[in-house]
């Protein structure tokens, strides 16, 4: 079991996108969902996300000169 870094992420689905160049939080609640823009202060066209087998969140940006970023929890 993964150690949860990121508590406020419990229960949601995380989505890059590249032309708003942020990440959306999405959650579904019955049969709606809310969405919530994330690492839009980064500026850059985000490409992945992705979480390690330890839980640590990635995120990956688009382009020739592609970053990896670390997200550490707070």
Do not use: C, H, W
């Amino acid at each position: 079991m993964k150690k949860t870094y990121y508590p406020e992420l419990t229960n949601s689905f995380l989505v890059t996108a590249l032309v708003s160049k942020d990440v959306k939080k999405v959650i579904f609640n019955n049969n709606t969902n809310t969405q919530e823009s994330l690492f839009s202060d980064l500026n850059l066209r985000l490409r992945n996300i992705q979480d390690s087998p330890s839980g640590i969140i990635y995120l990956l940006t688009d382009g020739p000169n592609g970053k990896l970023f670390k997200v550490l929890p707070k």
